[in-house]
């Protein structure tokens, strides 16, 4: 029986293999070329080929995406050791900073980065608005949150001192760098700006988001949809809170189920509970650290006997050692061991 699933391509209308080699190479060599400006910089150099054409080529190879381009760009690099052009490391940097704004946040241990956000709850008769602050460690996804009356620098700062950095001091293990958006809460000038002075003080990085937008904080947007449909929604409609320190001891018993008894499809939880996942990583935010390094061994210094020939009558006198120090040698450890 003759196939007819799909018509079989005609090898004598594909372009020249020389063509196709070229076409081929201007994807890796330029990456960030579209198939018109390809063909168009093709016909530079003679090679005509229309960007249809281009195209068709690309996706025999499948490199048809941008994305597919530089990973091919990248895996041949590894391979061959290439020296990159300025306009290929303009490239990947310039997917590096998509995976950045898209929520791809570069993360290698507990610690590492931690996110920061503000989330408005709601508003209370008798309290007022209520806003939350929740800080999430974005490799281990261990979430903290505190909710507070006002949205300011003060609380902001007040989070981090009253359970962000104890947490971590517990552990032994410090907070290197935190992201936030570009809220007044969090921006300011260090001198007059009490959570941009606190960061100053502990001496912790601080990145923030691109402006206008707010899926490069994706992980705390998130975790916030995930609080308000797991927590808010029921305990509001269960519960009529009449103070801060009510709401705050229920969030309190639900951050202790999400953190210890939950089980996280995150990146490195692999099906874990957050806090299970930090510990298992622990080990692995202390080897970064610099002063855990392994000690150099120690070293052994003692004098060595001098066993090269001495000239006639300039030997050893009577009753002395047969070399100096050999009556008497030292042994000398260096610290640490």
């Known amino acids: ?28 060599a330029q990456p960030a070329f579209g198939q018109v400006r390809a063909s168009n910089e093709l016909k530079k150099t003679g090679v005509f080929i229309s960007p249809g054409g281009v195209r068709s080529v690309w996706l025999r190879h499948q490199l048809e995406t941008f994305p597919k381009r530089l990973k091919a760009l990248e895996a ?3 391979e061959q050791g290439l020296i990159l052009t300025e306009a290929q490391i303009a490239a990947l940097e310039r997917a590096k900073e998509e995976k950045t704004v898209q929520g791809e946040i570069e993360t290698h241990h507990p610690g590492y980065l931690g996110a920061q956000d503000t989330y408005y709850v709601g508003y209370i008769k008798g309290v007022g608005k209520i806003y939350q602050q929740t800080f ?32 971590y001091e517990q552990h032994a293990i410090p907070l290197l760098r935190i992201l936030t958006d570009r809220g007044t809460e969090y921006c300011g000038t260090r001198e007059h700006h009490e959570y941009e002075l606190y960061l100053t003080i502990e001496d912790i990085d601080h990145s923030k988001t691109k402006a206008k ?14 609080i308000q449909e797991e927590f808010y929604a029921i305990a509001f409609r269960k519960k009529i809170y009449r103070s801060l320190e009510e709401l705050q001891q229920d969030l309190e018993d639900w951050l202790h189920y999400y953190n210890y008894q939950r089980t996280h499809s995150g ?35 003692f004098s060595a006997p001098d066993l090269s020939p001495q000239p006639e009558g300039m030997g050893p006198k009577k009753n002395e050692p047969d070399y100096p120090g050999s009556g008497n040698i030292t042994l000398e450890l260096l610290p640490g061991r």
């Open 1 to 28: 029986m003759q196939e007819m699933s799909r018509a079989k391509p005609n090898l004598k209308n594909r372009v020249e293999e020389l063509v196709e080699k070229a076409v081929v190479k201007m994807a890796t």
């Open 76 to 78: 041949q690099v590894s």
């Open 136 to 167: 999430i460690d974005t490799y281990t996804k261990v979430a903290q949150a505190k909710v507070y009356d006002r949205k300011n620098a003060l609380v902001a700062a007040d989070m981090l001192n009253d359970r962000v950095l104890p947490f």
């Open 213 to 226: 937008s707010p899926q490069t904080n994706g992980i705390c947007e998130r975790f916030h949809r995930t």
């Open 267 to 301: 990146k490195y939880c692999f099906g874990k509970t957050p806090h299970q996942t930090f510990l298992d990583t622990i080990p692995l935010a202390k080897e970064k650290m610099l002063n855990n390094l392994a000690q150099q061994p120690a070293q052994h210094f």
